[in-house]
């Protein structure tokens, strides 16, 4: 707020009124509204509220009208020698001078005050400002610590995922050979149960599967043929082979 160009302000503490009408002055250069004044200054021995002096004397405090009618103004001070009218004139002007000074000074105290507010709070959000910068700092490298975390599980992963198909592999692998070995000995076992009789037949008896070669016989059938004994392979295709027999067919087909 501005200094008033035409008027002051109340000095009671936290008042601050724009004088109007009346106004209670005293001798100590303070200036008080009319409610104040008249509430203050009603008790005996009189305090002032602005700067605690005692005011005793008799014009001490003044009750002044702050808009005088034309008629005071022109008897006031009428008849008062020209330094006289100087000299109430200069006291006058000095009260006004000390109220305005008092003012600025008001208005400086509360304006360096709400410097240091706002610089305590531009020094808050700064600080603020940096410890979320930190955190955020920290934050992301604990993201960039776990994306590490997170590709080194992807690639052991990848890794134990890569071993286990090929111990998949090996395992079908082996599968195969443990079918192929299982198909075998089946064979075998079947070979060495009819092998027995088929030595002491007449060599024309008929052949158990007159379809063709076994159907149970893979791509391991060389194999598997290779691997069995002599006698029993000899006597396998006696019995295995289909009779070449082209009239038996021929009639067949009529
Ligand atoms: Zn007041
Ligand atoms: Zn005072």
Redesign the pocket.
Known sequence: MSVCEDSLLC?FPKCRAKLTGFAWV?A???AFCDQHGSGEFSRSPAI?P????ALSGKLDIVRTELTPSEEYKAMVLAGLRPETVLDISGRALAFWTYQVQQERLFQEYSLSRAEGQVKQMEKLLSQQSQSRELELSSMRQEISSLKKVMEDYKRKYSEVSERLMERNRQYQKLQGLYDALRLRNMVGDREAARGAPAQFSTGAGKPPSPGGSPPFLGCDGDRLFSSLDHDGAKSFFQFSSPPRDPARAFTKKH
Do not use: Y
């Open positions: 000095n005293t100590c250069s303070h002032c602005a700067c605690s002096s």
